[in-house]
């Protein structure tokens, strides 16, 4: 996988809701990086929590994990632009 592009944090919300790192200090190469990583969130918190639980389950086997890694691969993927 190549590295990310993206604008490293930490991120703040600003007072008006958006991120203020983000619109105050990218530049315009990170903008598009920016784009896929804000865009891939809902699937990387919903991934995050899958994963807690696949871990927190003791009867969860290995057929589980390799699911979970295969799908935790797509998404970084996806929010790195690949």
């Excluded at 490293?8 to 200090?25: D, H, L, Q």
């Excluded at 903008?31 to 995050?48: K, R, V, Y």
Aim: proline share 6%.
């Amino acid at each position: 996988m190549k590295t990310p592009n993206f604008t490293k944090g930490p991120w703040r919300v600003s007072p008006y809701g958006m991120c203020a790192y983000y619109i105050e200090k990218s530049k315009e190469h990170e903008q598009t990086a920016n784009t896929h990583l804000i865009a891939s969130a809902p699937e990387m918190f919903e991934a995050l929590e899958s994963c807690l639980a696949l871990l927190q389950d003791p009867n969860a086997d290995e057929f589980s994990a390799n699911n979970m890694e295969a799908k935790l691969i797509e998404i970084i993927k996806k929010a790195r632009g690949e």
